[in-house]
């Protein structure tokens, strides 16, 4: 093996050109002449003013050999691994041409298997893996943000002791003398990682006495626990949406990213919704408290109060026949009676799902309900996945008596953030003799620890687990850490229990060379290169119902009455439980339903901030909104109010995640008094997460999600930035009915009338264009024999959004972000409506049907550039900076935008976005690392907006142009459409009538957004088919 | 038509009252007078006052580059401009400033050829007036790009990549309507200044003032030559600008009325803005010239006659607008858009309803007083009114830009625009340029077109003398009539 030193920014002294240097320069190195050292030192000054630990340039080149370990398939990070300079390339690389590599994110207990592409050794773009069963290649928004996550600026740098900068090697020696005694605490979240319970085995034969606490703040193992009382043992209930007719929602928000299966359920459920393709027509039922994207799918929603699901469960149980009627309030509620018998009708093909932070007994009685329905084994599968089932609560009980009596000498918290959730275990912790945080950030959690850690991402180091079904896969790094110290969980735990360094790659290769039968080098590169191995999966069981434990639950719940006023405790659709609140993307990803961005709200209905006496009130294009304090008896939480139509009476929903502090790592930047650019610098100023929102975690007692709060008026004037709704709601809603923008009709509309898209048109279309004539009519560019000539002009793109599969989860808003550079702007420029994104999810909520302004239906229409034919933004830029392609897009030329806005204000969909400042100018260094090298980082000035992915098409084209073929079918994928669940979104050429696209276009339900302005829209429309039940259409809340 | 003789003005005086002409320069002066009146303020020792009102149009012009250096440094995220408002305040400003330049121009050219002699008396002033307008105007569109270095690239300038601009752009139009408007405006002040210029140097006492005047007056000597060129020239020029007053604001109104948004897209914008323009541009004459004639005492060259028939066409042409704005209204309703319905309702009673009333009353109820004779002869009335007129003309531009872009076609995308302090002062900062170049026009240049004013003087009438003694009562008499009510029989 060759061993190169890592050449550092400025040589220090001798050591810089040691006598082991084997490489030289120039003979004057070689020589070590006095001239060398200074042209040597001057060679480099630009970088010498990076922080040695940050990634500079130079380190990140240095990097880059991982990529050729990679590629090798040999170790990531050894010692006798060798980095080389990027300048020595490895083989068959070929500079700029992007690799991709399979692996895995460890997401709540299991892994979402991805496919990543590494561009030069740095990982720049993450998808699902194609190839695997549960994803197809799908993902949401909290994958692709992930790859922010890797370059996160903040992330911790340095071994801390006691605060103080310290080092690996410090902290290696502090562990291996570590006497065999020690009592040791271990806190971990929920893991499927074979390596780390192997490692939890070694770690308790090596010392006197071990602790595991498997820490779940996310549910509480409430959903494991109400199933493992139904069936007497711990199982774990995945749902097949594509073979469900009826479905029930229980407070659950199956379709949200942050749903253990979220992909899954989504694909799944679209499947079922395609009338037109397949005849299969779900209906889903939701009655939930918040309005969440579920909620927005269903066919009938039903506001409820959290606190009053556990007692409808248990009425829709007893109509079922489960246990012995128990009169409750519901019991002769319409939704139960029509439920029952819906259900019941529907048999094998319904299913009941509950929200995680439902209590457990409605998570007993979902699952008897899915059994007692024939769902089990067909709807609803039951896979043998060994999930804890025990009370965390009781464990964690013990695990503190033994902190408060001094007995625990060691203790490690891997890659959680316990002082955050749970504030008061700081007097606990302190009991404990060493304190060991490992975990991404300087955090709440790393104050006081006597030794912090930095984790590792889960991109630069190696790991294992399952995924949800339980395909085992390893977590490959594409990238060695970016900083030195950084380690996994594993290898810190590995150091742990042998006293010696343990690198990841050994780790997992020696758990698996356990595993693995036959040739274990074979598997093993099957298994890196697919990133998991189909052939093994948790085993489907089907015990049967006990019945005693569901007669409990049922009467246990049967009393239960929601409190005049209760506060529900979501994880946040974006920052899921904070561990992502760090990532400027998902803080300035507008919530799918609030549309709120960098912030946590109290959300609430009108009706009941109007007895709460609280505003929002609408100024100058911002809310200010009044601050409430919400008091569960013992904790209060000040959150600023947020009016939201849809939400059950009494109910205040917030959400998690927020109100973090962690430490910056970056240096404080000096500026002038003129100069903005501490205001544009959106990741200066402390850490991202820093002072965003509230931490609510003291609301949830004993882990519980709701309950009964007092909520008082504590201030006003709090703005929140909102990407929406800065008319009024009824208006906008009025509008969008009138405009023909959002088309939607029940199922026996549209089998009346299959053409329903076209009644809704707003002014007469005629297919014929021709009587629209434009300026641009008898003189397209597109049309000229140059353009007709190119290599391009066989392809003409077009999309085709079925917003009768979309639910709104937001997935594409990050892909494109990712996939096109779109920086964040804070969250003071969304307010002032200056966000980026190229892709948007337009809300509407629509009243109809009876219902009322507090009841109304909610739609998500995502809405790219449209790449009008006749663009009316390509008319009036008076320098051509924005033209058409011989292929039909519209294109924006960046280096001839002079930025007039023209182009803005004459586009109907108010799509294009500009740069009102250098956003790239303040840009971390390490973030730089993960913007897309095919797309140029737009500067001040200048207009963007969806280019329909132009790198991707120029790619393929070049690929087949070289390979002297045509472009398949299928072959470009925008990043939205990759990224998409449902497979809302197709793309493809509308030139050739076979493609998909075109397919999709000559649906009756295709229609295009304000096609009446004769601009010719690319992107098309599906509107939207709803299955309500008609008995059910009320806005009785019971 | 003119006073042309003694008699005939008698004639007229008694038979018709109101009807009868005054003569257009009042107090009995003679054409030294004039001279000595005019001339007498670029060549005395510069007033304290002036160095007051000069320093404060400085400041507002230090104002403005600071406000630009700001901008540039930043970047155009400084002003409160958004998504669905790509224009705000720069545009709006744009384009009230060049409807304030419209004045100028009209009162020369087309009044010119129209033979409506009472221009003289203000053509000079409001002829600067447009020239300054403009290049405050011409202002907005350059710094209003977000990269202002590029601008260059909206001129055709040929280029080694045969890179043109798109000419199918109204911005593009705009480039060359207001650059040829200001081009043309520009030259012909200048013809029009060479006789006066000639004048100040044969009245120069110092070398430098020889030197300067005389180069500017390019050898003017007042020979019958001279004058059959320049008239002839300056007719030509007339000819030319004409057509120029009515396509630059028709030109600027493409800008909105091209576009597909709602509120925009309306065809009747060129005449409205024209006849808005002149609206404007006359209130703004009315505004400087009532303040110009008391301060420089040429209340007998600017009379009460200049400024009752300027307040005359501000309510002629504040009607117009009046009546656009209805037919906005109408044509919105008639057309059964519901994209166009809604941007008018949302003007009226949307959240910029202020701004839309505010224009409706500044504009078409306001100049309505001057119906009332002894209102539009109200000096400190008219000032007021020209004010309120000059409010609402920039609110009818601030409506027109700012609430159709707040609310189109997707709800979605609806915001609301808030300027920032930028933009207000950056709005203020133009003052500082328009009054810092107007003060140096005041004190530097004749604001009396002293040739074409002497033309029009009852002396200037070759018959005037004819009857020998008689004249000079006669011109007495003349002023005495003009000093009285004309209501009077």
Known sequence: MIELPIIDAVPSGDDAISPRTRFWRSVSQLERSSDFRKIAANEFVPGASESPGGASRRQFLQVMGASMALAGLTACRRPVETIVPFSRPPEHRIPGVPVNYATSMPFRGALRPLLVESTDGRPTKIEGNPDHPEVRGASTALEQASLLGLYDPDRSRYVLRGGEVSDWKAFKQAMAALPASSRVLVMAEPDSSMTMARLRQELSGAYANVRFVEYDHVTARRVTRGYAAAFGRSVRPVHHFSEARVILSLDADFLASTDPDGVWNTRQFAQSRRMEETGAMNRLYAVESAYTITGGMADNRLRLKSGDIGAFASALAGALGLHDTRVNGFSDHAWVRELARELREAGPGAVV????????????????MNRALGAVGSTVTLLDAGDTATDMHVEMGEALAELGTG????????????????????????????RIHVGPYVDESAAGAAWHVPETHFLEAWGDGRSRLGHPAVVQPLIAPLYEDAHSGIEVLGLLASGSEQFGYDLVRSTWRGSVSGDFEKTWRRIVHDGFLAEDAFSEVTPDVDGGAVRTAASRLAGAAAPELEVVVRHDGKIFDGRYANNAWLQELP?????????????MSPATAERLGVTAKLSGGKYYTDTVSIDTGGASVELPVWIQPGIAEGSIQVTTGYGRSIASTREERKTNLFDLDDYTDVYGKGAIATGVGSNVSPLMQRGGRIAAASVTRSGSGYMVASTQDHGAIEEEGAEVARRGLFRMATVEEYRANPDFVKDSEPAPIKEDWSDYPSLWEDNHPTLSPEM?????????WGMVIDLNTCSGCNACVVACQSENNIQVVGKEEVARGREMHWIRLDRYFVSGDGASFEEPQMVLQPVPCMHCENAPCEQVCPVAATVHSPDGTNQMIYNRCIGTRYCANNCPYKVRRFNFYNWTKTLPTTTHMAQNPNVTVRSRGVMEKCSYCIQR????????????????????????????????????????????????????RRYEMLAELS?????????????????????DNA | MPVSSADSEKTLASTADYHAEVPLVQGNLSFHDITELVTAHTEKKTPLAWWGAFSLANIGLLLLVGMIAYLFWNGTGVWGLNNPVGWGYAIVNFVFWVGIGHAGTLISAILFLFRQQWRTGINRAAEAMTIFAVMCALVFPTIHVGRVWAIYWTLPIPNQMEMWPQFKSPLLWDVFAVSVY?????????VGLIPDIATMRDRAKTKVRRMVTGVLSMGWTGANRHWRNYEKAYLLLAALATPLVLSVHSVVSFDFAVSIVPGWHTTIFPPYFVAGAIFSGFAMVVTLMVIARKVYGIQNIITIEHLEKMNIIILLTGSMVGFAYITEFFIAWYSGVQYEQYAFLNRAFGPYAWAYW??????????????????????????AISIFVNIGMWFERFVITVTSLHRDYLPSSWDYYTPTFVDVLTFVGTFGLFFTLFLLFLRFIPMVAIAEVKGVMPQADPHFYDHEGDGHDHVHDVSLAADQDHTQS
């Open chain 1, 353 to 368: 799902v509950a929200g995680d932070h439902q209590p457990l007994e409605v998570h007993t009685l979902v699952a008897a």
């Open chain 1, 407 to 434: 007995n625990v000498d060691v203790l490690v918290t891997l890659g959680i953030n316990p002082l955050y959730d749970h504030p008061e275990l700081a007097d606990p912790f302190a009991q404990a003799g060493t």
């Open chain 1, 591 to 603: 919530d799918s339903v609030t549309k709120v961005v960098w912030d946590n709200v109290a959300a």
């Open chain 1, 788 to 796: 007709q000539n190119t290599l391009y002009s066989a392809q003409q």
């Open chain 1, 953 to 1004: 098409i120029r790619e393929v084209n070049k690929q087949a142009n070289v390979e002297e073929r045509s472009i398949q079918d299928g072959e470009v994928v925008t990043a939205c459409q990759q990224a998409c669940p449902a497979e809302a979104i197709t793309f493809g050429n509308l030139a050739d009538p076979e493609s998909r696209v075109s397919q999709a276009r000559r649906s009756n």
């Open chain 1, 1015 to 1035: 601009v010719k829209p690319r992107t098309s429309y599906l509107g939207r088919i709803r299955n309500p039940n008609p008995t059910l259409i009320s806005n």
């Open chain 2, 182 to 190: 200001f081009t043309v405006s520009l030259v012909f002040w200048y």
């Open chain 2, 358 to 383: 505010t224009m409706m009353t500044c504009n078409l109820v306001f100049p309505q007083f001057f119906w009332i004779r002894k209102l539009r002869r109200s000096v400190p009335f008219m000032f």
